[in-house]
């Protein structure tokens, strides 16, 4: 049984920084790219950005300078740091990875979700 859970969403005005955390968990063979994803309010879930298992990424362009994703291979963790929040960032996050578990093949993996909220 593999886990995606999320840490650090949160109440924040516009401008600040937040950064959320994923930790993957359980009977983990190997994990191949990870991301984040959100999904604002009335809206359809879209992409944040995404890493590969050696460190390329990709980022919408409505994110593109301000926010930063890395991930840590030996914790099985990725990270988004979150600068210059926008009111339109408003959104749950949602943490994905492509996950083989000790006795499967490769599958997508998804948290429970995050709430961020930003002020204007």
């Known amino acids: 049984q593999v886990q995606l859970v999320e840490s650090g969403g949160g109440l924040v005005q516009a401008g600040g920084s937040l950064r959320l955390s994923c930790a993957a968990s359980g009977s983990i063979f190997s994990i191949n790219a990870m991301g984040w994803y959100r999904r604002p309010p009335g809206k359809q879930r879209e992409l944040v950005a995404t890493?590969?298992?050696?460190?390329?990424?990709n980022y919408a362009d409505s994110v593109k300078g301000r926010f930063t994703i890395s991930r840590d291979n030996a914790k099985n963790t990725v990270y988004l740091q979150m600068n210059s929040l926008k009111p339109e960032d408003t959104a749950v996050y949602y943490c994905?990875?492509?996950?083989?578990?000790?006795?499967?093949?490769?599958?997508?993996?998804w948290g429970q979700g995050t709430q961020v909220t930003v002020s204007s």
């Open positions: 890493i590969t298992s050696g460190g390329t990424t």
């Open positions: 994905n990875a492509r996950i083989a578990g000790d006795y499967s093949d490769y599958d997508d993996y």
